[in-house]
């Protein structure tokens, strides 16, 4: 940009990530978006394709998954990663399901659930308080602030297991939430100030966390892909009007192609848990914090 008031057009560009592009911005937005600094504020505006066809969620999904050619998906249970999961097993077969959390927490159970309906096996991690030391030391070293080490735990360590196992081309349900109105936040949003809001989150979230997956999966020498921001999918939901998208449940128009990839109720309608939640990390860190006298979670990773 040459002044405050510019405008900077995106390119269109293929949106798979790869580990060299991990400070690229352009490949969250689809071709014809704007970025626009004005008076020190980023504008950002996310552009409809008149050419993009309705109801093509499901369709763009498989093109950017058959595009990269995973051989693993990180899976939780929950409905981004499942119906990726259900996409690159039905295309590609022997795609393993990766995942990670402490002993009986949700995402492990729900992620057996998965597994079972998909006929594919679950390659799990369980969180320890020697495992989860040992991931909070690897991220420190990628300088990352304490809530990305929180966030990365349970990612580093699934990471890491795809890698052992001999994995190179792992898949992300990241992404959903901020492109289909999944967080807790946008119920209290006003629904015409909903496009705006999703239009922030995403240019933010390479800053943020792709910042700390690409640079996880850099670590471990493993590719990483997020096809819910591939160009395609970004269009496919820009071409739906706000009243669908928020219809009856978080993420509905995901929940329906979760439906109609035969995934059962337990996975379609189950409802959203923060990655740190539901594979118990939060809980595993707060008691080992008091249990070593720490203060606070963030004290107790410093000292780490």
């Not at 405008?7 to 014809?32: A, H, M, V, W």
């Not at 998906?73 to 990670?100: C, N």
């Not at 096996?121 to 030391?137: D, G, M, P, R």
């Amino acid at each position: 940009m040459k002044n405050r008031n510019d405008t900077l057009l995106i390119d269109k560009i293929n949106s798979t990530s790869k580990n060299e592009e991990i400070f690229d911005f352009r490949y969250i937005f689809p071709g014809g978006a704007s970025v626009t600094l004005s008076n020190n504020v980023i504008k950002v505006k996310l552009v409809k394709n008149e050419n993009t066809e309705q109801n093509d969620i499901l369709k763009a999904l498989r093109h950017s998954i058959l595009q990269f050619k995973p051989d693993s998906v990180l899976v939780s249970g929950g409905i981004d990663s499942s119906v990726l999961a259900a996409i690159a097993i039905k295309e590609f077969g022997d795609v393993k399901l990766i995942s990670a959390g402490t002993k009986d927490s949700e995402d492990i159970y729900y992620a057996g659930v998965l597994s079972s309906e998909l006929n594919s096996t679950l390659y799990n991690v369980t969180i320890t308080e020697e495992n989860l030391i040992h991931a909070i030391k690897e991220l420190k070293e990628l300088k990352l602030d304490t809530y990305n080490i929180i966030m990365g735990i349970t990612e580093f360590l699934s990471i890491e297991k795809a890698n052992k196992m001999g994995l190179k081309r792992i898949v992300s349900g990241i992404g959903s939430d901020e492109l289909f109105f999944g967080f807790q936040r946008h119920k209290t949003i006003k629904k015409e100030e909903l496009s705006e809001f999703r239009e922030y989150r995403l240019f933010y979230m390479p800053a943020l966390d792709l910042w700390r997956l690409n640079s996880i999966a850099n670590k471990l020498d493993m590719s990483i892909a997020f096809p819910y921001l591939n160009d395609k999918v970004i269009e496919a939901a820009l071409s739906k009007s706000i009243e669908e998208l928020v219809e009856n449940y978080d993420k509905f128009p995901v929940r329906s192609i979760g439906k109609s990839l035969g995934l059962s109720g337990k996975i379609t309608e189950r409802r959203k848990k923060a990655m740190q939640y539901g594979s118990g990390t939060v809980k595993l860190l707060r008691n080992l914090s008091k249990k070593k006298k720490y203060e606070n979670v963030g004290e107790f990773i410093k000292e780490i």
